[in-house]
T-cell receptor, first 111, second 115 residues
Framework: DAKTTQPPSMDCAEGRAANLPCNHSTISGNEYVYWYRQIHSQGPQYIIHGLKNNETNEMASLIITEDRKSSTLILPHATLRDTAVYYC????????????FGPGTRLSVLP | GAGVSQSPSNKVTEKGKDVELRCDPI?????LYWYRQSLGQGLEFLIY????????KSGLPSDRFSAERTGGSVSTLTIQRTQQEDSAVYLCASSSRGRNTGELFFGEGSRLTVL
């Protein structure tokens, strides 16, 4: 069972920041928050992950609340190519542990 | 290879036939996962292999589904006596033992259509 809750869909204007929320109120202390995205007809792609500190890479930023019960993935300047389904997953960072993908958020970046 | 390779990319078969789907993980990756995705749906976990450990088969939907991984590398997912509800994209992913064990690398998938 997925341990996360995400809105089914969101729109974002091109060039604006896209802020995708995720609730994980039952997250355990040793579980990380992972984000993946799936562009139409492709396999999912890793974006970012974190434990409790905010993280940033070349693709996105991850903001995790202090109580770790929710997080937000931020795409700072969304482009049309960012249109995809975004999956938030919580998982122990243990080699070989399974990933459970929920339905995700379908982000549509509009021109 | 540079990425996870799956074959065939497309397979059309008749109900009742057996099919085999192949996955070549990234060289050196010792964890391998199979998922399937029906049209418009999310990813459904099927099975994963972790090194030499016994595979986690908890996601296989029926005994018509099986998978093996030979030599710790290539994996084959076999579906016997296919049914129309088996139609889906079957995705394979691999990951390495290392700093970021959470980064799965997915292949492009094998699209199975059962007529």
């Amino acid at each position: 069972d997925a341990k996360t809750t995400q809105p089914p869909s969101m729109d974002c204007a091109e060039g604006r920041a896209a802020n995708l929320p995720c609730n994980h109120s039952t997250i355990s202390g040793n579980e990380y928050v992972y984000w993946y995205r799936q562009i139409h007809s492709q396999g999912p792609q890793y974006i970012i992950h974190g434990l409790k500190n905010n993280e940033t890479n070349e693709m996105a930023s991850l903001i995790i609340t202090e109580d770790r019960k929710s997080s937000t993935l931020i795409l700072p300047h969304a482009t049309l190519r960012d249109t995809a389904v975004y999956y938030c997953i919580v998982r122990v960072e243990s080699y070989g542990q399974n990933f459970v993908f929920g339905p995700g958020t379908r982000l549509s970046v509009l021109p | 290879g540079a990425g996870v390779s799956q074959s065939p990319s497309n397979k059309v078969t008749e109900k009742g036939k057996d099919v085999e789907l192949r996955c070549d993980p990234i060289s050196g990756h010792t964890a391998l996962y199979w998922y399937r995705q029906s049209l418009g749906q999310g990813l459904e976990f099927l099975i994963y292999f972790q090194g030499n450990s016994a595979p986690d088969k908890s996601g296989l939907p029926s005994d018509r589904f099986s998978a093996e991984r030979t030599g710790g590398s290539v994996s084959t997912l076999t579906i016997q006596r296919t049914q129309q509800e088996d139609s889906a994209v079957y995705l394979c992913a691999s990951s390495s033992r290392g700093r970021n064990t959470g980064e799965l690398f997915f292949g492009e998938g094998s699209r199975l259509t059962v007529l």
